[in-house]
């Protein structure tokens, strides 16, 4: 999808929000789907949230820092009728026995971004892990 032009990432985009309906495992899939998208430095500050793309921005510019893999995988989930209900906030946290920091995506009781690869029920986070700050996200439209 991420060497695509714009109109036809947007096709792709909705069609994958659509298959997320349905998944067995749409959390797994949304992972997957963004440890695919090319990375770059930074395209928003984490601290600023005036700063962050809406979905579209973020889909028409196709640069995913770190962040922005993490925003792209709320949008995805946000804009299903499958996670209409679902609280959603975006964790900016460190862990402080390793030093490690992270931008998380905390969907009702599941976490993403801790590891590149899954997704970690919240009771499973190492206690070392300290959220700095904390943004819950709106529901979109």
Known sequence: MFDKKFEERMLFWRRFRE????SRNPF???????NRAPRTRLCAD???????????????ENQYCEFGIVL???YSLQ???????SKF?????TNNEISESYYLLYVDNNVLGLEYDTVVPKEDLPDALYSQRIYPMLALQ
Not at 19 to 22: P, S
Not at 89 to 93: D, L, M, V, Y
Request: glycine share 4%.
């Open 28 to 34: 797994q899939d949304v992972i997957e789907f963004y």
């Open 46 to 60: 984490p601290w600023d949230q005036s700063t962050w793309p809406d979905p579209w921005e973020l889909l028409n």
């Open 89 to 93: 906030e975006i964790h900016i946290s």
């Open 72 to 74: 792209g995988m709320c």
């Open 79 to 85: 804009l299903t009728d499958r996670f209409k209900g």
């Open 19 to 22: 298959d997320l309906e349905t």
